[in-house]
């Protein structure tokens, strides 16, 4: 059911995040629409607990703010296509040096359609085990948060990342 | 409590959503980072509902796909600083023509704060009557879901905005 078709997309930008384009569509009424587009490779986030605590990161967001923001662990997915799956698996360790023996997939999100393609899947790990850190990109500056998993409900509310407050809204729904 | 300064800000494009900036930060340990930065006016969403149904949208999200998403009423700030409770106001009138008597803050959201300084305040409105909807933009083919809050949790099933799950989680915990 294809209700509009792509007649154009220029490339306005590029960096590290991704490209900036500015993409024209035409619905099937012929109304032509603009749309700029950050375009971006797509990313994974994980609510990981191990039955008493989940693992959070505060990590610096200089664009928003002076405040560390208290996040789930979460990346983007390496370039050369790499699986959902396989980034979560290598995020969580490089985030919080854990690795997880169940994996689900709970959720997808896009964070703003209106602007971005970026797409998030959401997975929830347990059966956590303690594995080495990875050495992190230098400029990550990222602190591990053992959350007490009883106090589910303040992290909730001390969280303002919109990824992370699904996860951990979709984590307290799953626990009644 | 300053952990780092900005150190200078580059703006590389300017379109509808915003500016483009390239920001240099120097954190007190002297480390200098770059951070790119989709700079966004701030926007709003609403959790409306009248004990019966929760008034969503459908709206074509060209940039991520076919389907057209389901959401929460939402809309950027007007230039020239409109409050976030005015725009609210405004956005639950234009898209899904009601007003509300009782109006709750429930929560301020970063989209994707590694590249966007979006902000979203998400509101609770109820005490809801009709209104006549204005004249919306000619591009924004929006339909109006009149949602059994019955059926709350497919809503969350269905719904792939982030903004959105996050108000419709919010709202699912405050019914118990």
Same mark, same amino acid.
């Given at each position: 059911?294809?209700?509009?078709?792509?007649?154009?997309?220029?490339?306005?930008?590029?960096?590290?995040?991704?490209?900036?384009?500015?993409?024209?569509?035409?619905?099937?009424?012929?109304?032509?629409?603009?749309?700029?587009?950050?375009?971006?490779?797509?990313?994974?986030?994980?609510?990981?607990?191990?039955?008493?605590?989940?693992? *959070?990161?505060?990590? #610096?967001?200089?664009?928003?703010?002076?405040?560390?923001?208290?996040?789930?662990?979460?990346?983007?997915?390496?370039?050369?296509?790499? $699986?959902?799956?396989?980034?979560?698996?290598?995020?969580?360790?490089?985030?919080?040096?854990?690795?997880?023996?169940?994996?689900?997939?709970?959720? $997808? &999100?896009?964070?703003? #359609?209106?602007?971005?393609?970026?797409?998030?899947?959401?997975?929830?790990?347990?059966?956590?085990?303690?594995?080495?850190?990875?050495?992190?990109?230098?400029?990550?500056?990222?602190?591990?948060?053992?959350?007490?998993?009883?106090?589910?409900?303040?992290? &909730?509310?001390?969280?303002?990342?919109?990824?992370?407050?699904?996860? *951990?809204? *979709?984590?307290?729904?799953?626990?009644?």
């Amino acid at each position: 059911m294809t209700s509009f078709e792509q007649i154009g997309s220029e490339t306005v930008w590029s960096g590290r995040i991704g490209t900036v384009r500015v993409e024209r569509y035409r619905h099937v009424d012929g109304e032509e629409v603009v749309r700029e587009n950050v375009a971006h490779p797509g990313a994974v986030a994980i609510a990981a607990h191990d039955g008493t605590h989940v693992w *959070l990161v505060r990590q #610096p967001r200089e664009i928003v703010g002076e405040r560390a923001l208290l996040e789930v662990p979460a990346g983007k997915l390496d370039g050369g296509g790499e $699986a959902p799956l396989d980034a979560a698996k290598r995020e969580l360790a490089e985030e919080v040096g854990k690795a997880a023996a169940t994996w689900e997939r709970v959720k $997808a &999100i896009y964070t703003s #359609p209106g602007f971005t393609d970026e797409r998030i899947e959401i997975f929830l790990a347990t059966g956590l085990s303690d594995v080495e850190r990875p050495a992190v990109e230098e400029d990550e500056r990222i602190e591990v948060v053992a959350w007490p998993l009883a106090r589910l409900d303040d992290a &909730i509310a001390a969280c303002e990342d919109a990824k992370s407050l699904v996860a *951990l809204l *979709l984590l307290r729904g799953r626990r009644g």
